[in-house]
């Protein structure tokens, strides 16, 4: 999820584009957020300086569906934090399947690997502390669903060291694809996450070997699937 919160949008743990009248109103229609995940959620405000990364109930809830419609054998997240959105994914994962999340920050991870263990997903999480770059180069797919969510800037490099290892027919997913709607006005930004996300929602837009479908969910969550390679 976000870095940095400047605006007014909001959920129960991070942000959002959508009014918050609809968002609340979108959570009470939601099932209820698991108590492993509420007990996480609360952990990661309290020890953690930018909880507002986390995925929160309403995207987590989506994840774990895709996650669910996919049952993917072998799956990637970029991007562990404290685990809320490594937990959604790893609910779909298929019977002896394997999720691979990475984390470069030890810190995060240590309050993922206790709730991993608490969700009695310690087997089918695979828990890497490391930079992706590195950990990517070890990794071999076919992936069937991979989440990326780490530094916005790095977008096009993470989704190009991957898309090799995804399956046809295996799905791709990108957070925060609207970046605070800072992708309206790119010529005002100058930092270089906007940057890294208008970048990048252009070369999807323009990438032969995908289709794709940007979904006005909280920060913008992109749904791409792999035609060919
Ligand atoms: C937005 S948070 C992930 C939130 C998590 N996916 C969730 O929804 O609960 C992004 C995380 O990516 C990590 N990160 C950034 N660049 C990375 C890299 N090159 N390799 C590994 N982790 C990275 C950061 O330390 C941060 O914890």
């Not at 957020?33 to 309403?58: D, F, I, K, Y």
Request: aromatic share 8%.
């Amino acid at each position: 999820m976000a870095e940095n919160r400047n605006h007014p949008g909001f959920d129960v743990s991070g942000e959002s584009l959508l009014l918050p009248g609809i968002e609340l109103y979108a959570l009470d229609h939601t099932s209820p957020e698991p108590e492993v995940l509420n007990a996480l959620s609360r952990e990661t405000h309290l020890r953690t300086t930018s909880p507002q990364m986390l995925s929160g109930h309403l995207q987590g809830t989506l994840l774990r569906m895709i996650s669910l419609m996919c049952k993917p054998k072998l799956a990637l997240e970029i991007g562990t934090f404290t685990g809320y959105s490594a937990i959604c994914l790893a609910s779909g994962i298929s019977q002896g399947g394997t999720l691979h999340t990475i984390e470069c920050n030890p810190e995060p991870g240590e309050i993922a690997s206790k709730y991993f263990r608490k969700a009695g997903l310690e087997t089918v999480i695979h828990q890497h502390i490391g930079d992706a770059f590195d950990i990517l180069q070890e990794l071999n797919g076919p992936f069937g669903l991979v989440f990326i969510d780490a530094n916005k800037d790095d977008y096009i490099r993470y989704f190009e060291m991957v898309f090799p290892k995804v399956e046809t027919g295996g799905i791709i997913l990108a957070d925060n694809t609207l970046w605070y709607g800072r992708v309206l006005t790119p010529q005002a930004a100058t930092d270089r996450e906007t940057k890294g996300i208008v970048a990048f929602n252009e070369y999807i837009r323009n990438h032969s070997g995908v289709e794709s479908l940007l979904l006005p969910v909280r920060d913008g969550l992109t749904i791409i699937r792999k035609l060919k390679s």
